[in-house]
């Protein structure tokens, strides 16, 4: 079963950019993962599905400001113009025939 | 518009059963597999249990394999989790999530004496 590893926090400037990773375990680098953020006190909310290739498909309401990217067996949500809002945590998700496996999240806080 | 919307979460003592249900609406619930998902206070996501489209495909995490069962109702759009033997560790928010990635409110479930 494949392994998602997140940083457990990140910090950026409010209007700046942020780069978020997820890195999937040896032997699963060619996994599609998905996005997802959850806002304080909030249910999660789906961004995007992620490829190897690093084409994605976001889903309906998500800003530009997001977009993701892969490189080998890492996956990354970039956030542009970082606005009060999306100071969240975000996971990275993945799944297989059995089950949805979740990475540990990354805090993402907004000076 | 998608909505999932659990309902079923209480406080209930070392032991006892529950009964989650998730009503769907806004897309085409009998294509689709389910799931549980849970979040621990102050923890990140965990995955619970996972149904296929028609029901006959179920899946469960170890930690709740055996005491938890999950299933159903296509005609009523309506997805269910049984949860038996419940422990203090399965205090959590369950969400209903579906496999093309919608995400319900939450319910929370509180395991205490």
């Known amino acids: 079963q494949p392994v998602l590893t997140q940083s457990s926090s990140a910090s950026a400037s409010l209007g700046s950019s942020v780069k978020l990773t997820c890195a999937l375990s040896?032997?699963?680098?060619?996994?599609?993962i998905a996005w997802h953020q959850q806002q304080p006190g909030k249910a999660p909310r789906y961004l995007m599905k992620?490829?190897?290739?690093?084409?994605?498909n976001k889903g309906s309401g998500v800003p530009d400001r997001f977009s993701g990217s892969s490189s080998g067996a890492d996956r990354y949500l970039t956030i542009s113009d970082l606005q009060s809002e999306d100071e969240a945590d975000y996971y990275c998700?993945?799944?297989?025939?059995?089950?949805?496996?979740f990475g540990g999240g990354t805090k993402l806080t907004v000076l | 518009e998608v909505q999932l919307v659990e309902a079923g979460g209480i406080l209930v003592q070392p032991g006892g059963s529950l009964r989650l249900s998730c009503a769907a609406s806004?897309?085409?619930?009998?294509?689709?597999?389910m799931h549980w998902v849970r979040q621990a206070p102050g923890k990140g996501l965990e995955f619970v249990s996972a149904?296929?489209?028609?029901?006959?495909?179920?899946y469960y995490a170890n930690s709740v394999q055996g005491r938890f069962t999950i299933s159903r109702d296509n005609s009523k759009n309506t997805l269910y989790l049984q949860m038996a033997n419940l422990r203090a560790e399965d205090t959590a928010i369950y969400y209903c999530?579906?496999?093309?990635?919608?995400w319900g409110q939450g319910t929370l479930v509180t395991v205490s004496s």
């Open positions: 998700e993945t799944w297989d025939s059995n089950s949805r496996v």
């Open positions: 992620l490829e190897t290739s690093g084409s994605y």
């Open positions: 149904i296929s489209s028609n029901g006959v495909t179920t």
């Open positions: 999530a579906s496999a093309n990635m919608y």
């Open positions: 806004g897309f085409t619930f009998s294509s689709y597999d």
């Open positions: 040896s032997g699963h680098s060619s996994y599609i």
